[in-house]
């Protein structure tokens, strides 16, 4: 049975501070890692993915990669209300193509 | 603004009833995926849809379930006999071919009683 997993918080940050969320996964031979973020009641939105080792970092986002722990992590700075959501980590399979989610971590930024 | 829609938005249903649950792509893509939620609980895949054809399923996805692509537009999900543990969020998604990240569009939230 393939895990990811996810502190479910909440992570309460104040807003303007950098927010840290963190991903392991159990499949060793997983090649694609995705970020979600998800309001209640709405379907997950894509904001990044990433498939190397290191860092890729987009606008306020940046998704880090560990392929030999197995972990992925998602960092927000200048964090907003609007950032207020669950985060959602997925990974993709070696093999197939759908993805397998974790519980996910709510984020709560408080002005 | 999702590239796929979904519809209905919400629908009530009795248990025992049958439910079709439909996605419409805005462009045409190839490859599909049915997730659902339940309340508080992982997004969790169903089925996936390649060619006209299931390429993959879970072992959530049994009899009750199929999925169609009936006019080569529409893609939908049914469920023959719905029961309470049916009640979900049902997302439809696109694309995701090798590393490519899936799209979900807007969701159907499906009530049973």
């Known amino acids: 049975q393939k895990e990811v997993e996810q502190n479910s918080g909440p992570l309460s940050v104040p807003e303007g501070a950098i927010a840290s969320l963190n991903c392991t996964y159990s499949d060793r031979g997983s090649q694609s890692f995705f970020w979600y973020r998800q309001y209640s009641g709405k379907s997950p939105e894509l904001i990044m993915f990433?498939?190397?080792?290191g860092d890729k970092e987009d606008g306020r986002f940046t998704a880090q990669l560990n392929k030999a722990s197995q972990y992925v992590s998602l960092l927000i700075r200048d964090s907003q209300p609007s950032d207020s959501a669950t985060y959602l980590c997925?990974?993709?399979?070696?093999?197939?193509?759908?993805?397998?989610f974790g519980g996910g971590t709510r984020v709560l930024v408080k002005p | 603004e999702p590239e796929v829609t979904q519809t209905p938005s919400h629908q009530v249903t009795q248990m025992g009833q049958e439910v079709i649950l439909r996605c419409v792509p805005i462009s045409n893509h190839l490859y599909f995926y049915w997730y659902r939620q339940i309340l508080g609980q992982k997004v969790e895949f169903l089925v996936s849809f390649y060619n006209n054809e299931i390429s993959e399923k879970s072992e959530i996805f049994d009899d009750q379930f199929s999925v169609e692509r009936p006019d080569g537009s529409n893609f939908t999900l049914k469920i023959r006999s719905t029961k309470l543990e049916d009640s979900a969020m049902y997302f439809c998604?696109?694309?995701?071919?090798?590393?490519?990240?899936?799209?979900f569009g807007n969701g159907t939230r499906l009530t049973v009683t």
């Open positions: 990433i498939y190397s080792n």
């Open positions: 998604a696109r694309d995701g071919l090798g590393n490519s990240p899936l799209h």
């Open positions: 997925a990974v993709k399979e070696a093999a197939g193509n759908k993805l397998t």
